[in-house]
T-cell receptor, first 115, second 113 residues
Framework: DADVTQTPRNRITKTGKRIMLECSQT?????MYWYRQDPGLGLRLIYY???????NKGEISDGYSVSRQAQAKFSLSLESAIPNQTALYFC??????????????FGQGTRLTVV | RKEVEQDPGPFNVPEGATVAFNCTYS??????FFWYRQDCRKEPKLLMS???SGNEDGRFTAQLNRASQYISLLIRDSKLSDSATYLC??????????????FGKGTKLSVKP
């Protein structure tokens, strides 16, 4: 089983619909992240959480919200999906090493299409 | 200036070639640095960490120049299986919001027979 699991893996939804992407991890890491990846734009940070009570906006948080339900679970919601939110979404986790962030582990990604 | 910038690529090289990727970062407080590899439609995976003056792992060598805020990745004796996108990743610093991992846009490498 994967250490970082994202569901669903693929989703097609209509404009205006609410959708939730879920992420769970078995790494025991405190830090969790949501990124989106678009061709030519690389990975961009949407939201991140350094522990259960900590939620922070990333570079492109508008139109998204998150919930850290437990150390192992971090969900991303699109309250009213729009076509330019069509992208590949990645959840990631990391630990806190003695030199700062240690290696990040990624889920397999969720390919979201908004029509 | 972008926080993390990489060579745009793509790099098309023959098998056996040596290829180098460059990356610059804007925040002098950045503490740790990584190279990730991403295959098409797959998740990024750690290739190498770069903590001090650089390190080597087989055919791969990563270098860090803090004064110039510059990181490089050298791949010797390229293999077909090295074809992927290589992402430069920087940790902006210790604590709070500075603990983020910031990704470059990636450089695509294609190794040809």
């Amino acid at each position: 089983d994967a250490d970082v699991t994202q569901t669903p893996r693929n989703r097609i939804t209509k404009t205006g619909k609410r959708i939730m992407l879920e992420c769970s991890q078995t790494k025991g890491h405190d830090r969790m992240y949501w990124y989106r990846q678009d061709p030519g734009l690389g990975l961009r940070l949407i939201y991140y959480s350094f522990d259960v009570k900590d939620i922070n906006k990333g570079e492109i948080s508008d139109g998204y919200s998150v919930s850290r339900q437990a150390q192992a679970k971090f969900s991303l919601s699109l309250e009213s999906a729009i076509p330019n939110q069509t992208a590949l979404y990645f959840c990631a986790t990391s630990d806190w090493g003695d030199r700062g962030n240690a290696e990040a582990f990624f889920g397999q990604g969720t390919r979201l299409t908004v029509v | 200036r972008k926080e993390v910038e990489q060579d745009p690529g793509p790099f098309n090289v023959p098998e056996g070639a040596t290829v180098a990727f460059n990356c610059t970062y804007s925040n002098s407080a950045s503490q740790s640095f990584f190279w990730y590899r991403q295959d098409c439609r797959k998740e990024p995976k750690l290739l190498m960490s770069v903590y001090s003056s650089g390190n080597e792992d087989g055919r791969f060598t990563a270098q860090l120049n803090r004064a110039s805020q510059y990181i490089s990745l050298l791949i010797r004796d390229s293999k077909l299986s090295d074809s992927a996108t290589y992402l430069c990743v920087v940790n902006m610093g210790y604590g709070g919001s500075q603990g983020n991992l910031i990704f470059g846009k990636g450089t695509k490498l294609s190794v040809k027979p």
